[in-house]
């Protein structure tokens, strides 16, 4: 496809888009050509600024040519190699490169190739842990409202995004889920992390009393949920919830998929709210989105304690074709190399503050019932249209991608997360064309 094919040329009736209205969508495409920077270029030529880092995942921007170089490196050296048995050393390379930027002592790394394998790994390695220390009654998982944790069957049931499950009928038995965080009504319009809610941390007290702390192997959660349209934890609730976990010998896991890399002005959410998990699953800005990859952050007292039984036992019965590819690795390596070298794990602090007043900035704008931020993200919320929640939402994303503004939909709210490179003109530009948007909309 050359960079100005129109899209109506296309033939769109084999691809079934995921996540998407294929019907709807295929009757106007919105279609991305090549992307450089900060921005993408359409199928007719024309720039839009992403304000979303794709899908939460290009944290350091398009068309980083180190990232390219790299893999076309490792594809012409080595392009697959076994981590079953076998193993290449890019593999532990990057492990260990990981391992320098975690939070201490969360340093053992399992490589997966998505946020979704990422969670049902950190489910499986939770079950497997308590087995190991003979807790093998703890076989409950806690989800919370409102999070989501991948497409996989264990992150969909500890997931609490309802549309997500309502279509299969089914979900893992034993799992139930904590309240969610959000409360308009007392925390509309906060600035960073809402004053009201820690103790809604306490109904994991609820769980424990309802089923029995000795059934429960873990709890997961977002720390700032983003597939629901950036939800802020109050002030405390994190830690209020950590204290919970060590009282009743549950493990906590830190959905990390979008908050890891820099997102919010720290290498992980973990380090920015000073609460450390036992497991944190990532992928997205792992490799600056080029190659899937992710992995799972695991404490030394959750890995040390599988490595028991005769030294050639497998350990942990689990794994993928492609853990740790050496591509992936290749590419992760490069991109830590960009953060590194940029300093774009800590950069988004220098901009929050900015960000935080240039989102408030829409505070008034017609329909619009809540912002809020934290780091560099930020969500814009607009009430419903009587025909149909979505609808709304879905006339100003399309107005956005048409006045050149990516950004992603959530029903009525509207989330965005633009690349750590990211400047004030930048903020300024996609504040303003949101804005304008949402008049014209209303």
């Known amino acids: 496809m050359t960079l100005h094919q129109k899209p109506n040329t296309l033939q769109?009736?084999?691809?079934w888009m995921p996540f998407t209205a294929n019907r709807q969508f295929k009757k106007a495409p919105r279609l991305f050509a090549s992307a450089e920077g900060m921005h993408y270029t359409t199928v007719d030529g024309r720039k839009v600024i992403d304000g979303s880092a794709g899908l939460w995942c290009v944290n350091a921007g398009h068309g980083r040519r180190q990232i390219a170089a790299a893999v076309e490196r490792q594809l012409m050296n080595l392009d697959f190699a076994p981590s079953?048995?076998?193993?290449h050393p890019l593999a532990f390379d990057f492990a260990e490169r990981l391992a320098e930027i975690?939070?201490?002592g969360i340093d053992r790394i399992f490589f997966t190739n998505s946020g979704s394998e990422s969670v049902d790994t950190a489910l499986k390695i939770a079950l497997a842990y308590q087995r190991a220390i003979g807790q093998g009654t703890r076989t409950r998982l806690i989800g919370r409202e409102r999070g989501y944790h991948g497409v996989g069957f264990g992150g969909m049931s500890v997931g609490g995004m309802v549309a997500n499950r309502r279509a299969f009928a089914t979900h893992l038995p034993g799992v139930d889920h904590i309240r969610h965080t959000h409360d308009l009504a007392r925390n509309a319009f906060?600035?960073?992390?809402?004053?009201h809610g820690a103790e809604?941390?306490?109904d994991l007290e609820r769980m424990v009393a309802l089923h029995g702390a000795d059934t429960i192997a873990a709890v997961i959660v977002e720390p700032v949920p983003g597939s629901t349209a950036v939800l802020p934890p109050p002030q405390g609730?994190?830690?209020r919830l950590r204290e919970i976990c060590d009282k009743h010998g549950i493990l906590l896991i830190f959905d990390e998929v979008i908050t890891?890399?820099?997102r919010l002005g720290a290498p992980f959410a973990a380090n920015y709210f000073g609460v450390a998990p036992d497991m944190m699953t990532t992928a997205k800005g792992i490799t600056n989105g080029t190659v899937p990859c992710g992995a799972v952050f695991a404490s030394r007292k959750i890995h040390d304690g599988l490595m028991t039984g005769p030294e050639g036992t497998i350990e942990l019965f689990h794994g993928y074709t492609y853990s740790a590819h050496p591509v992936a690795c290749a590419a992760g390596l490069a991109t830590l190399d960009i953060y590194k070298d940029e300093g774009l794990l800590t950069r988004g602090a220098t901009l929050a503050e900015y960000w935080r007043d240039a989102l408030h900035s829409l505070k008034g704008l017609p329909n619009v019932i809540d912002i809020r931020n934290l780091g560099l993200m930020g969500a814009v919320e607009l009430s419903p249209r009587n025909d149909g929640v979505g609808a709304r939402g879905y006339d100003v994303m399309v107005d956005c991608f048409n006045r050149g503004l990516y950004l992603r939909m959530?029903?009525?709210?509207?989330a965005m997360s633009p690349p750590l490179i990211v400047e004030k003109s930048h903020i300024d530009d996609m504040v303003s064309i949101l804005g304008d948007a949402i008049k014209r909309v209303a």
């Open 84 to 87: 079953f048995n076998m193993g």
């Open 410 to 414: 959530s029903g009525d709210s509207f």
């Open 190 to 195: 906060a600035k960073d992390q809402p004053a």
């Open 260 to 262: 890891g890399f820099g």
């Open 237 to 239: 609730y994190l830690k």
């Open 102 to 104: 975690a939070p201490k």
């Open 12 to 15: 769109t009736d084999s691809f």
């Open 200 to 202: 809604l941390a306490d």
